[in-house]
């Protein structure tokens, strides 16, 4: 399995509730992946959640990584470009 994160969009936000900003992705050059909320978690660092629909009484997943080895990949290529950004905004 060599699967690769090809393009990531950053939107930060003012935080609200620990969520911080939203993320978009495409995998391996071919899947567009959007609206995951990127979280500060309260020992530090950052966790993410995907998209759900609200039908009747339930919550229904829009999409979710079904793998450990997949959800670390977005995981730690969202998290890295999310650092990024906010050091350069920082530091500019």
């Given at each position: 399995?060599?699967?690769?994160?090809?393009?990531?969009?950053?939107?930060?936000?003012?935080?609200?509730?620990?969520?911080?900003?939203?993320?978009s992705l495409v995998?391996?050059?071919?899947?567009?992946?959007?609206?995951?909320?990127?979280?500060?978690?309260?020992?530090?660092g950052y966790r993410?959640?995907?998209?759900?629909?609200?039908?009747?009484?339930?919550?229904?997943?829009?999409?979710?990584?079904?793998?450990?080895?997949?959800?670390?990949?977005?995981?730690?290529?969202?998290?890295?470009?999310?650092?990024?950004?906010?050091?350069?905004?920082?530091?500019?």
């Open positions: 399995m060599n699967h690769r994160v090809t393009d990531i969009q950053i939107t930060p936000i003012k935080p609200r509730n620990g969520l911080v900003g939203f993320a995998f391996d050059n071919c899947f567009y992946l959007g609206s995951i909320g990127i979280f500060t978690r309260p020992c530090g993410l959640t995907y998209p759900t629909r609200k039908i009747s009484n339930d919550n229904l997943h829009v999409f979710h990584p079904i793998n450990k080895i997949v959800a670390e990949l977005i995981e730690n290529a969202i998290v890295a470009k999310f650092e990024t950004l906010i050091t350069d905004a920082y530091q500019g």
